[in-house]
T-cell receptor
Framework: EPEVTQTPSHQVTQMGQEVILRCVPI?????FYWYRQILGQKVEFLVS????????KSEIFDDQFSVERPDGSNFTLKIRSTKLEDSAMYFC???????????FGQGTRLTVV | GQNIDQPTEMTATEGAIVQINCTYQ??????LFWYQQHAGEAPTFLSY????GLEEKGRFSSFLSRSKGYSYLLLKELQMKDSASYLC???????????FGKGTKLSVIP
């Protein structure tokens, strides 16, 4: 069964450092997302990406964040200068089309120290 | 804006039936999803309702009333492995992003 894959599964970084989280969405899907979940809290939307551009972003997705689809398969989330409060599980998701279910990757647990 | 409410925790007995409720208020509405999330893992899709009524899928059923802004997830013949968080998520009109509730942590006891 096709799946969304994310790397790394865990990342520890020092405050102020840049991190890049990587995702390979399901190959024929058209919409790509990043969500995050701070420990014990709800899943929060960060950004959606369609047709090689950002289609929506939340208030969380400020200038420190950026997304890229550098080739036909990878979808990355970059955090330029990490803060302690960026520590969370980051989930990538992809959707075939409007109104269909989102498939989530297993997540990257980011710890900022 | 979006507001989604569901109970924080529930406990039920193995073999029993449990109903997890969700109310939502969204500016426009395109559908309601239920996801299961085990601790430390990714959400996995359970059901999607866009029209009023009941959708049944094995031991799991989901109901939607658009006029009442209300949904429930029904789990039958509970198994220990059903212990997890159950996330209600709304798809607002004109948007492709899911807005999640805080999740209901279900504990299944022997």
């Amino acid at each position: 069964e096709p799946e969304v894959t994310q790397t790394p599964s865990h990342q520890v970084t020092q405050m102020g450092q840049e991190v890049i989280l990587r995702c390979v969405p399901i190959s024929n899907h058209l919409y790509f997302y990043w969500y995050r979940q701070i420990l014990g809290q709800k899943v929060e939307f960060l950004v959606s990406f369609y047709n090689n551009e950002i289609s929506e972003k939340s208030e969380i997705f400020d200038d420190q964040f950026s997304v890229e689809r550098p080739d036909g398969s990878n979808f990355t989330l970059k955090i330029r200068s990490t803060k302690l409060e960026d520590s969370a599980m980051y989930f990538c998701a992809s959707v075939l089309g409007a109104g269909t279910e989102a498939f989530f990757g297993q997540g990257t647990r980011l710890t900022v120290v | 804006g979006q507001n989604i409410d569901q109970p924080t925790e529930m406990t039920a007995t193995e073999g029993a039936i449990v109903q997890i409720n969700c109310t939502y208020q969204t500016s426009g509405f395109n559908g309601l999803f239920w996801y299961q999330q085990h601790a430390g893992e990714a959400p996995t899709f359970l059901s999607y309702n866009v029209l009023d009524g009941l959708e049944e899928k094995g031991r799991f059923s989901s109901f939607l009333s658009r006029s009442k802004g209300y949904s429930y997830l029904l789990l039958k013949e509970l198994q220990m492995k059903d212990s997890a968080s159950y996330l209600c998520a709304a798809l607002p009109a004109g948007s492709y992003q899911l807005t999640f509730g805080k999740g209901t942590k279900l504990s299944v006891i022997p």
